[in-house]
């Protein structure tokens, strides 16, 4: 069966810098996408950023534009999340979230599997 495993989140400083990882076990090859998420307390989860499994990236929050990059280690079977200049509005737990095919979606009614979230909490 599909597993998502994150890891890398933690307490960082306004500015600093974390990497998030997302480790996927269960697909057949690497016909599978990867989005991130995030939920902040007292708001709804909305997406962060995708990869697709041919490699193409998508955007799904202004907000991190500039600032946060994904990757993947196709080898590996994981997925990452490089967050920069991270800031105070970041704080929320964060998920990866996956999907048979190559196409990355926004909604994350399209995802079918999902980690169990890890906590990121930017403060001085």
């Known amino acids: 069966q599909v597993q998502l495993v994150e890891s890398g989140g933690g307490l960082v400083q306004p500015g600093g810098s974390l990497r998030l990882s997302c480790a996927a076990s269960?697909?057949?090859?690497?016909?599978?996408?990867i989005g991130w998420f995030r939920q902040a307390p007292g708001k709804e989860r909305e997406g962060v950023l995708c990869?697709?499994?041919?490699?193409?990236?998508?955007n799904l929050a202004d907000s991190v534009k500039g600032r946060f990059t994904i990757s993947r280690d196709t080898a590996k079977n994981t997925v990452y999340l490089q967050m920069n200049s991270l800031k105070p509005e970041d704080t929320a737990i964060y998920y990866c979230?996956?999907?048979?095919?190559?196409?990355?979606?926004?909604?994350?009614?399209?995802?079918?599997?999902w980690g169990q979230g890890t906590q990121v909490t930017v403060s001085s």
């Open positions: 990869i697709s499994s041919i490699g193409g990236n998508k």
């Open positions: 979230a996956a999907r048979s095919g190559y196409v990355c979606y926004d909604s994350q009614n399209a995802y079918d599997y």
């Open positions: 269960g697909f057949t090859g690497d016909y599978y996408t």
